[in-house]
């Protein structure tokens, strides 16, 4: 069974009028994200989204869960990813939409020394896009490793290791077809969680399910 997101709803500026037709957009839009498809170890939920960047906007937080994990473990990785839209195309993101994300996961402590961690960070994420056959323009972002060490009483702790992706990107998406891009955008950043988490890549011909939405 697909879950729904139950409370998302388009904003319109003060001087917006309901109905009108970047509504309309939006919300076919925004019914593509809630048909897509993730894997089933991806649980999504909408959260509050930012209320100034954009007329329009979405937020969906993530969590990636292992089948294998029990109610007192942590999530193998987490993240957010908000999904902005203003008709009036600010000219920093070249286009009207603009996917704001963030994910982070631990690392094997090994990766804390690994010069090119950044480097292998971003390019999970944009061979997302690229193996989900997506478009994109002004692609920005940071990728940051950090690695905490306990002394002292502590000093039994294992070293651990974080790393954290934090990027966004403008969809280039084809007429009539928003929806479906825009839910594999969706996708796309869901399999960046994944990846993070350690999860194996799907095997060819296995087709994710949608996630469960609380």
């Known amino acids: 069974m697909v879950s729904r997101i139950s409370d998302a709803r388009p904003r319109q500026r003060s001087a917006g009028t309901p109905g009108a037709p970047?509504?309309?957009i939006f919300t076919r839009a925004l019914a593509g994200v809630r048909e897509a498809q993730v894997r089933p170890e991806l649980v999504l939920e909408e959260v509050p989204a930012p209320s100034r960047l954009a007329p329009h906007a979405v937020a969906l937080s993530g969590e990636v869960v292992p089948s294998h994990l029990t109610d007192d473990d942590e999530a193998a990785a987490t993240g957010r990813f908000v999904l902005l839209h203003d008709p009036e195309g600010p000219e920093p993101w070249e286009g009207t939409w603009r996917a704001v994300t963030y994910a982070k996961a631990q690392m094997e402590p090994e990766v804390g020394h690994d010069p090119l961690a950044g480097q292998?960070?971003?390019s999970w994420l944009t061979d997302a896009l690229d193996e989900a056959g997506l478009a994109y323009v002004a692609?920005?972002?940071t990728v940051t490793c950090v690695t905490s060490e306990s002394f002292g009483a502590l000093a039994d702790r294992e070293p651990t290791v974080e790393l954290e992706i934090r990027a966004s990107w403008t969809p280039v998406l084809t007429p009539d077809r928003e929806p479906d891009e825009l839910a594999a955008?969706?996708?796309a950043w869901g399999d960046?969680?994944?990846t993070l988490?350690?999860?194996p890549p799907l095997p060819e011909g296995v087709v994710a399910l949608s996630g469960t939405r609380r």
């Open 120 to 122: 292998a960070g971003w």
């Open 185 to 187: 955008t969706l996708g």
């Open 22 to 24: 970047e509504d309309t």
């Open 139 to 141: 692609p920005a972002g």
């Open 192 to 194: 960046l969680l994944c």
């Open 197 to 199: 988490a350690g999860l």
